[in-house]
């Protein structure tokens, strides 16, 4: 009927045409809301909640990680140490950096707080304590000073094939998490370790391997302690756990002769970080951001990623050296710690890095 209107009179009527465009208009929003609503139900109704989430979460990689400044390209004449550093300075807001870093220290995240390196009694005494309270004259031989460039390494199984090896070791100040072992894949990795946290379980067992040469974990245990000589290891959960196992082990490495410095919080880590960020049952990859924040100036952070395979649906690994599986919503919060280092790097606070670093050989 429009259409013998338009016809008859021969000029065209601009209300009849608007009214034409807008019954379209309003026919496509109609099919593509019955559409929508069509696919959800199907998607719950046949697969479940945990598909949704899974589309979900495909979406919220492939919307973040194409944005994210991390893949590095490093021609011949140029070193990983300069390139982590042009990287580093084109995306980090040191403003917004020194802002956070100040709200840390109020918050009581100083490194003489946070990270206290156990000195060993002076004279024949044996007993092994890991005081919390100091005298106000009191001066500590070693501490953590201010650094310019931090990696922070959780142990994703991202991080394998991604050849960050050179890139991580170039920082200034290397931290990873519960002594993951480096040994068959430094290329991804590296070989630098600075600092790692050790939970309470690995402690007691290495503790235990590391104590009678009749075990057969015995040289497993040394080759690891081999891995992490000269470095700090970091007791992130002391004052929420049973602190018997960390005595155990400090007492083992120092009967053993081992080189390395162990130190432990004045407080509570997990609680107050968790206080801070929101977060309930932080992950010691939170926990370790939460005192580089203080010391760092620029932070990369390499290998974290709760999910069990990526956008383009390759699988990944719980662990870059391990093949376990893990509820990353059940023990830990991940997906919000996911979710928060996304936001600190689109803010500047970080570089958040969880795509291939490519390098030369």
Not at 14 to 32: A, Q
Not at 176 to 198: C, H, Q, W, Y
Request: glycine letters at 6%; one cysteine or more.
């Amino acid at each position: 009927m429009l259409f013998k209107i338009r016809k008859e009179k021969q000029k065209p009527n601009m209300r009849v045409i608007i009214l034409e465009y807008f019954i379209l208009l309003s026919c496509f929003c109609v099919f593509g809301i019955i559409s929508l609503y069509g696919f959800a139900t199907g998607v719950l109704n046949a697969n479940g909640w945990a598909h949704l989430d899974l589309h979900i979460t495909r979406s919220l990689i492939k919307s973040t990680t194409s944005t994210l400044p991390n893949r590095t390209i490093a021609p011949q004449h140029i070193s990983p140490l300069k390139v982590i550093h042009t990287l580093l300075e084109n995306h980090i807001d040191n403003q917004k950096v020194s802002e956070l870093s100040a709200l840390l220290l109020e918050n009581g995240f100083s490194a003489n707080r946070t990270v206290l390196i156990y000195e060993k009694p002076i004279g024949n005494k044996t007993e092994i304590k890991f005081p919390r309270k100091f005298p106000k004259n009191y001066k500590p031989k070693k501490f953590l000073r201010f650094y310019n460039t931090c990696a922070i390494l959780g142990s994703a199984g991202i991080l394998l094939g991604s050849r960050c090896g050179k890139e991580i070791d170039s920082h200034d100040f290397v931290m990873r998490s519960n002594m993951a072992p480096t040994i068959g894949f430094e290329d991804d990795v590296g070989v630098k370790t600075n600092l790692t946290t050790l939970n309470s379980e690995k402690a007691k067992l290495l503790a235990k391997c590391l104590s009678r040469r009749k075990y057969k974990c015995r040289q497993v245990a040394l080759d690891l302690m081999k891995e992490f000589n000269g470095s700090i290891i970091w007791f992130s959960k002391y004052g929420v756990v049973k602190s018997s196992a960390y005595v155990s082990f400090t007492d083992t490495i120092i009967k053993q002769g081992l080189k390395t410095d162990v130190s432990y919080p004045a407080f509570g880590m997990p609680r107050r970080v968790g206080s801070f960020w929101n977060i309930s049952s932080v992950s010691s990859g939170l926990v370790l951001y939460t005192i580089a924040g203080a010391v760092c100036r620029k932070v990369s952070m390499y290998g974290f990623f709760p999910f069990h395979e990526t956008a383009s649906g390759r699988p990944v690994p719980h662990h870059y050296y391990e093949n376990v599986i893990f509820n990353y919503t059940k023990r830990h919060h991940m997906p919000d710690e996911y979710k928060l280092f996304l936001k600190l790097n689109r803010t500047g606070h970080i570089r958040f890095v969880t795509d291939k670093c490519l390098q030369d050989d």
